[in-house]
T-cell receptor, first 114, second 115 residues
Framework: DQQVKQNSPSLSVQEGRISILNCDYT??????FLWYKKYPAEGPTFLIS?????DKNEDGRFTVFLNKSAKHLSLHIVPSQPGDSAVYFC?????????????FGTGTRLQVTL | EPEVTQTPSHQVTQMGQEVILRCVPI?????FYWYRQILGQKVEFLVS????????KSEIFDDQFSVERPDGSNFTLKIRSTKLEDSAMYFC?????????????FGDGTRLSIL
């Protein structure tokens, strides 16, 4: 079941540059998309989300873009900082109520180098 | 900032034994979830819980699994007779209401090791 896919298992970016993490989905019922950040030995930490009625959401250094026709979303981090080094998970849900379980991608490990 | 708290952080159990994993949700959150992540694999949904009953469960959540909120605060996941393949990180997540446009907040997980 590959409803949410992150095709890049890892990404290395220099400090100060832009990090772009990508995610594709196949289920057209998904209407809410989230990015979580995960450090080792910790749980996923919510970073930013976007509803399917929007195509962009920005929060400080983090911006999420949604292209519904391509079933693609991306997370931009500008400027990247060493503390951003973590595994980033894309997740999606559909509908309201507790039916809104999250379906996760496999994650992308971001390494921000000095 | 309020947190979801999970205990224990690590549980080592013999195959066939029962385990109970505990979660204290964020106060005033009403919707609860369990997920698991087998080493090297993606985070997978197990079960969702609202108003003291299961709302949805995945194929993974078979008769060996159960959830309850025994005292109105803790939210527990019980595995009745553990198998080797139950070894994984188990994450509890909660959110305040049923509105879809709200993120779920995760605890730091319990690492379950079945010997």
């Amino acid at each position: 079941d590959q409803q949410v896919k992150q095709n890049s298992p890892s990404l290395s970016v220099q400090e100060g540059r832009i990090s772009i993490l990508n995610c594709d989905y196949t289920n057209s019922m998904f209407d809410y998309f989230l990015w979580y950040k995960k450090y080792p030995a910790e749980g996923p930490t919510f970073l930013i989300s976007i509803s399917s009625i929007k195509d962009k959401n920005e929060d400080g250094r983090f911006t999420v873009f949604l292209n519904k026709s391509a079933k693609h979303l991306s997370l931009h981090i500008v400027p990247s900082q060493p503390g951003d080094s973590a595994v980033y998970f894309c997740a999606a849900s559909a509908g309201t109520g507790t039916a809104s379980k999250l379906t996760f991608g496999t994650g992308t490990r971001l390494q921000v180098t000095l | 900032e309020p947190e979801v708290t999970q205990t224990p952080s690590h549980q080592v159990t013999q195959m066939g034994q029962e385990v109970i994993l505990r979660c204290v949700p964020i106060s005033n959150h009403l919707y609860f979830y369990w997920y698991r992540q087998i080493l090297g694999q993606k985070v997978e949904f197990l079960v969702s819980f609202y108003n003291n009953e299961i709302s949805e469960k995945s194929e993974i959540f078979d008769d060996q699994f159960s959830v309850e909120r025994p005292d109105g605060s803790n939210f527990t996941l019980k595995i009745r007779s553990t198998k080797l393949e139950d070894s994984a990180m188990y994450f509890c997540a909660t959110k305040p209401s049923g509105h879809n446009n709200q993120p779920q907040h995760f605890g730091d997980g319990t690492r379950l090791s079945i010997l």
